[in-house]
Protein backbone atom coordinates (compact mmCIF):
# COMPACT_ATOMS: atom_id res chain seq x y z
CA UNK A 1 0.00 0.00 0.00
CA UNK A 2 1.18 3.35 -1.12
CA UNK A 3 0.79 6.33 1.63
CA UNK A 4 1.29 9.83 0.94
CA UNK A 5 0.52 13.12 2.82
CA UNK A 6 -0.64 16.09 1.09
CA UNK A 7 -2.89 19.27 2.18
CA UNK A 8 -2.96 18.28 5.65
CA UNK A 9 -5.28 15.57 4.86
CA UNK A 10 -3.49 11.15 4.58
CA UNK A 11 -4.60 10.02 2.03
CA UNK A 12 -3.91 5.83 1.97
CA UNK A 13 -4.13 4.01 -1.45
CA UNK A 14 -2.65 1.71 -3.06
CA UNK A 15 -2.14 0.87 -6.84
CA UNK A 16 -2.60 -2.35 -8.62
CA UNK A 17 -2.98 -3.54 -12.07
CA UNK A 18 -6.86 -3.72 -12.16
CA UNK A 19 -9.20 -6.81 -13.05
CA UNK A 20 -12.18 -7.58 -14.75
CA UNK A 21 -13.79 -6.73 -11.41
CA UNK A 22 -13.08 -2.96 -11.86
CA UNK A 23 -14.75 -2.38 -14.79
CA UNK A 24 -18.19 -1.03 -13.30
CA UNK A 25 -15.89 1.70 -10.86
CA UNK A 26 -13.65 2.71 -13.81
CA UNK A 27 -16.68 3.52 -15.55
CA UNK A 28 -17.85 5.53 -12.83
CA UNK A 29 -14.57 7.05 -12.26
CA UNK A 30 -14.21 7.87 -15.39
CA UNK A 31 -17.70 9.64 -16.09
CA UNK A 32 -16.22 11.96 -13.05
CA UNK A 33 -12.95 12.70 -14.51
CA UNK A 34 -13.78 12.60 -18.22
CA UNK A 35 -15.05 16.16 -18.48
CA UNK A 36 -12.83 17.61 -16.02
CA UNK A 37 -10.12 17.38 -19.10
CA UNK A 38 -12.26 19.01 -21.37
CA UNK A 39 -12.58 22.74 -22.36
CA UNK A 40 -15.04 24.62 -20.43
CA UNK A 41 -15.86 25.31 -24.10
CA UNK A 42 -17.39 21.59 -24.70
CA UNK A 43 -20.98 21.26 -24.82
CA UNK A 44 -21.93 19.18 -22.19
CA UNK A 45 -24.37 17.10 -24.41
CA UNK A 46 -21.07 16.11 -26.43
CA UNK A 47 -19.09 15.11 -23.61
CA UNK A 48 -21.66 13.04 -21.84
CA UNK A 49 -22.74 11.09 -25.09
CA UNK A 50 -18.34 10.92 -25.07
CA UNK A 51 -18.58 8.75 -21.79
CA UNK A 52 -21.88 7.08 -22.50
CA UNK A 53 -20.09 5.63 -25.44
CA UNK A 54 -16.69 4.97 -25.19
CA UNK A 55 -15.96 5.16 -21.05
CA UNK A 56 -18.96 3.06 -19.70
CA UNK A 57 -18.46 -0.75 -18.14
CA UNK A 58 -18.79 -2.72 -21.21
CA UNK A 59 -16.15 -0.43 -22.52
CA UNK A 60 -13.76 -1.21 -19.62
CA UNK A 61 -14.61 -4.63 -19.60
CA UNK A 62 -13.54 -4.78 -22.96
CA UNK A 63 -10.54 -2.50 -22.16
CA UNK A 64 -9.41 -5.30 -19.17
CA UNK A 65 -9.86 -8.24 -21.79
CA UNK A 66 -7.12 -6.80 -24.29
CA UNK A 67 -4.00 -8.02 -23.74
CA UNK A 68 -2.38 -5.14 -25.18
CA UNK A 69 -3.72 -2.87 -22.71
CA UNK A 70 -2.76 -2.70 -19.14
CA UNK A 71 -5.06 -0.62 -16.76
CA UNK A 72 -3.52 0.70 -13.25
CA UNK A 73 -5.85 1.94 -10.50
CA UNK A 74 -5.26 3.56 -7.34
CA UNK A 75 -7.44 2.04 -4.96
CA UNK A 76 -8.36 3.94 -1.90
CA UNK A 77 -7.20 2.65 1.74
CA UNK A 78 -9.27 4.63 4.19
CA UNK A 79 -11.24 2.65 6.59
CA UNK A 80 -14.64 4.47 5.57
CA UNK A 81 -13.75 4.52 1.71
CA UNK A 82 -12.00 1.19 1.10
CA UNK A 83 -11.71 0.59 -2.45
CA UNK A 84 -13.28 3.72 -3.86
CA UNK A 85 -10.96 4.24 -6.95
CA UNK A 86 -9.07 7.36 -6.91
CA UNK A 87 -7.07 7.21 -10.04
CA UNK A 88 -6.75 5.06 -13.23
CA UNK A 89 -4.23 4.64 -15.92
CA UNK A 90 -4.45 3.14 -19.27
CA UNK A 91 -1.11 2.01 -20.96
CA UNK A 92 -1.87 0.80 -24.88
CA UNK A 93 1.41 -1.27 -26.70
CA UNK A 94 0.29 -0.64 -29.85
CA UNK A 95 1.66 1.56 -32.87
CA UNK A 96 -0.18 5.25 -33.08
CA UNK A 97 -3.26 4.61 -35.49
CA UNK A 98 -3.68 8.33 -35.92
CA UNK A 99 -1.35 9.32 -39.00
CA UNK A 100 -0.62 13.00 -37.03
CA UNK A 101 0.41 11.25 -33.92
CA UNK A 102 2.27 8.39 -36.37
CA UNK A 103 4.31 10.93 -37.74
CA UNK A 104 5.60 12.98 -34.75
CA UNK A 105 5.70 9.35 -32.15
CA UNK A 106 9.12 8.17 -34.19
CA UNK A 107 10.26 5.06 -31.88
CA UNK A 108 8.34 1.87 -33.55
CA UNK A 109 8.13 0.39 -29.80
CA UNK A 110 6.64 3.73 -27.77
CA UNK A 111 3.60 2.73 -25.07
CA UNK A 112 0.46 4.91 -25.75
CA UNK A 113 -0.19 7.06 -22.06
CA UNK A 114 -3.95 6.44 -23.38
CA UNK A 115 -5.43 7.51 -19.75
CA UNK A 116 -4.27 9.11 -16.89
CA UNK A 117 -7.18 10.79 -14.52
CA UNK A 118 -7.66 10.91 -10.64
CA UNK A 119 -10.87 11.80 -8.80
CA UNK A 120 -10.80 15.65 -7.87
CA UNK A 121 -10.74 14.43 -3.95
CA UNK A 122 -7.25 12.88 -4.91
CA UNK A 123 -5.70 16.17 -6.53
CA UNK A 124 -2.82 17.23 -4.46
CA UNK A 125 -2.34 14.31 -2.34
CA UNK A 126 0.43 12.49 -4.32
CA UNK A 127 -2.04 9.53 -5.47
CA UNK A 128 -1.30 11.01 -9.78
CA UNK A 129 2.30 11.13 -9.40
CA UNK A 130 2.40 7.88 -7.44
CA UNK A 131 -0.14 5.55 -10.49
CA UNK A 132 2.04 7.81 -12.92
CA UNK A 133 5.39 6.52 -11.37
CA UNK A 134 4.04 2.84 -11.42
CA UNK A 135 2.61 2.73 -14.90
CA UNK A 136 6.52 4.60 -16.33
CA UNK A 137 7.76 1.42 -14.39
CA UNK A 138 5.70 -0.81 -16.22
CA UNK A 139 7.10 0.82 -19.35
CA UNK A 140 10.44 0.61 -17.99
CA UNK A 141 9.84 -3.39 -17.23
CA UNK A 142 8.32 -4.32 -20.41
CA UNK A 143 12.11 -2.76 -22.27
CA UNK A 144 10.49 0.26 -23.69
CA UNK A 145 12.46 3.63 -23.46
CA UNK A 146 9.28 5.95 -24.77
CA UNK A 147 5.61 6.56 -24.27
CA UNK A 148 3.29 9.14 -25.49
CA UNK A 149 -0.44 10.65 -24.93
CA UNK A 150 -2.49 12.85 -26.31
CA UNK A 151 -3.53 15.93 -23.78
CA UNK A 152 -6.18 18.80 -24.82
CA UNK A 153 -4.08 22.35 -25.94
CA UNK A 154 -6.56 24.00 -23.13
CA UNK A 155 -5.49 21.68 -19.98
CA UNK A 156 -2.78 23.63 -18.71
CA UNK A 157 -3.16 21.90 -15.12
CA UNK A 158 -2.52 18.20 -16.89
CA UNK A 159 0.19 19.37 -19.09
CA UNK A 160 1.87 21.08 -16.42
CA UNK A 161 1.55 17.36 -14.61
CA UNK A 162 2.96 15.63 -17.77
CA UNK A 163 5.67 17.66 -18.00
CA UNK A 164 6.60 17.38 -14.62
CA UNK A 165 7.40 13.43 -15.40
CA UNK A 166 9.24 13.95 -18.28
CA UNK A 167 6.91 14.69 -21.34
CA UNK A 168 7.59 17.07 -24.12
CA UNK A 169 4.97 18.61 -25.89
CA UNK A 170 6.77 17.49 -30.17
CA UNK A 171 3.43 18.60 -32.19
CA UNK A 172 -0.42 18.14 -32.46
CA UNK A 173 -3.05 15.94 -33.12
CA UNK A 174 -7.08 16.33 -33.41
CA UNK A 175 -9.87 14.95 -31.28
CA UNK A 176 -13.37 14.40 -32.61
CA UNK A 177 -15.63 15.47 -29.65
CA UNK A 178 -18.82 14.67 -31.01
CA UNK A 179 -19.42 17.67 -33.84
CA UNK A 180 -16.74 19.47 -31.75
CA UNK A 181 -13.29 18.88 -33.01
CA UNK A 182 -10.27 19.51 -30.33
CA UNK A 183 -6.89 20.22 -29.82
CA UNK A 184 -4.69 18.18 -28.53
CA UNK A 185 -1.33 18.47 -27.90
CA UNK A 186 0.92 15.49 -28.45
CA UNK A 187 3.47 14.48 -25.54
CA UNK A 188 6.44 12.02 -25.79
CA UNK A 189 8.69 11.00 -22.97
CA UNK A 190 12.05 9.11 -23.71
CA UNK A 191 14.08 7.33 -21.01
Given at each position: ???????????Q??????????????????????????????????????????????????Y????????????D???????????????????????????????P?????????????A?????????????????????????????????????????????????????????????????????
Amino acid sequence: MAETVGEGARVQFRIRQASAADAPALAELAALTFPLACPPTSPKTEVAAFIQAHLGPDTFAAYLADPLRVIFIAEDQAPSTTGRLLAYTILVDTPPVDADVAGLVSAPDAIEFSKCYAHPDAHGHGVGASIMAASLDWIASQGRQHTWLGVNSENERAQKFYRKHGFAVVGTRSFQLGKQIEHDYVMVRSD
